[in-house]
């Protein structure tokens, strides 16, 4: 008797200690949706008050405004419109999420390379390599200059930045040339010489981005700052 009743209270612990198992990784897992709160939510209001997709308060709190604000960026940057602040939304927004950070810098450089190489695929394939490696390097000359976001992800989903963005080629698969360019602006290789923006001569139609001061043609595209 005294036997059952030992196995019975073992049991007892051990499912338990399953339950607060579970219960610890739902909540590590958890990502900023509806009702949410905190300072990933201040993180997130932040980001999309600065590119215009938010217009409401920072108070940390995931409500009605930051519910649409998310489902816009998410509907402008070709992602899926749940109005979940999930892995794939808060990489674009740069920020790293606490169910992926465990993933240490090599995770993140691999990350920024991947999402670099689809950047430069979408943006310039067919033009010269080092063409290619000029486009990259104007995204990181984006990222240390004050007037941009401070990542990858951030400069690369700022709306309105690239049209591969826009109309959804940022999600086509890159090929190894593309990759190598990336990698080559990562390693510091800047062809564009200091250029935070490109266009094409041949259909720009913009006079401010004409007004810009040029720094070196390449290709179908003319670089500047």
Not at 57 to 80: C, E, H, M, P, W
Not at 93 to 122: A, D, E, F, K, Q
Not at 152 to 163: K, L, N, T
Request: net charge positive; glycine share 10%.
């Amino acid at each position: 008797m005294k036997l059952r009743k030992n196995k019975t209270i073992i049991l007892l612990i051990v499912l338990l200690i399953i339950l607060i198992l579970l219960v610890f990784e739902t909540n590590t897992i958890a990502l900023s949706r509806y009702g949410s709160r905190g300072a990933e939510v201040s993180q997130i209001q932040t980001k999309l008050k600065r590119w215009g997709y938010y217009n409401g308060n920072v108070d940390g709190i995931y409500g009605s405004q930051t519910l649409a604000a998310v489902k816009y960026f998410q509907r402008s940057n070709g992602l899926t419109v749940d109005g979940i602040a999930g892995t794939k939304t808060l990489n674009a927004m740069g920020i790293m999420s606490s169910s992926s950070s465990g993933g240490g810098s090599s995770t993140s450089s691999n990350n920024n390379l991947n999402l670099l190489s689809r950047l430069v695929y979408s943006e310039a394939r067919g033009e010269t390599y080092t063409g290619q490696v000029a486009v990259a390097a104007v995204v990181l000359n984006r990222v240390r200059s004050s007037s941009f976001p401070n990542t990858i992800s951030g400069v690369i989903y700022e709306r309105g930045a690239f049209d591969a963005v826009s109309d959804g080629q940022i999600n086509l698969t890159p090929d190894s040339t593309a990759r190598k360019a990336a990698q080559d602006a990562l390693n510091g290789w800047d062809p564009s010489y200091g250029a935070i923006y490109y266009f094409n001569p041949n259909t720009a139609t913009s006079a401010w981005i004409w007004s810009r001061p040029m720094t070196v043609t390449i290709g179908n595209h003319r670089f500047c700052k």
